[in-house]
């Protein structure tokens, strides 16, 4: 686990990728998931070659569970998380929210197939419907790069406990130059041809360019944690896998 000290305007490069991104948060996001939905899970695995559970199992290993805990899986798509940390510790509760109802319906249909329960909430994260001090873990997997950070990262410390832990997984920016252009390149064929194999509708073939310029104008794996620091976290700490292509970090909650 690393961390980066120098000072960064969050807010301004918030402003930057709003301004570039914020028609398609707004407006094809979700038609395009509605699309996605069907073959999300079966593209993760195609896309990975494969290794989709093992980059979910190491998350889910940075994953502190204890019996009784109430969890929060923010954009939590097909439940992939959600159903995760139910069989790694079925004691919890676990609650689930995403804008995506044909996402989370998939996400039902998934839990229930394996007789495990999941609060299903339809809505935009940005504004959490859930009381402060709410859960002990928090987890936000693969949709940072569609959200304003610091508002989405703001709401879930108000609805963690405190000394509660916010997890978070997402594909970022590659340090390095040549891995960052090979990785784009890799990326852009996986989608189009996923897309393609699909049969995917027009919302859904017009994210493509998006979804890999989003990773582009994302934050390192320093950076992120930075910003979570920024925003009062306390003891965090991130590890990256794939040449800086995956990272994990967890925070905590500032204990009362
Ligand atoms: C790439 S999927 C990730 C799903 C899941 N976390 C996983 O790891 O498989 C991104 C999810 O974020 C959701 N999403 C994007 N923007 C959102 C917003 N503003 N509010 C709620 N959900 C959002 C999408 O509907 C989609 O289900």
Redesign the pocket.
Known sequence: MGSASQAIDFSAREEIRERKFNHI?EQQ??PA?ADIAKY?DWA?HVASLGLWNWFRSQFMATIDLKSGYKAL??????N??GIAMLKKQPGITVTA????EA?QEAGRKSAQKKGLTIESNI????KLPFPDNSFDVVT????SR??RLLEVFGEINRVLKPGGYFYH?DMLRPANKTVESLYYIYLKACLAGTAFIAGSNPESKSCKKYFIHAIRDFYSAEELEEMLKHLGYVNTGHKTVFMGMLAFHKAAKKPE
Do not use: K, P
């Open positions: 948060w996001l979700e998931f999300y993760n899986d923010v954009c939590a798509g097909t992939a998380i929210i995403d804008r995506s996402m809505g935009d994260v940005h936000l997997q693969f949709a569609h959200l997984c």
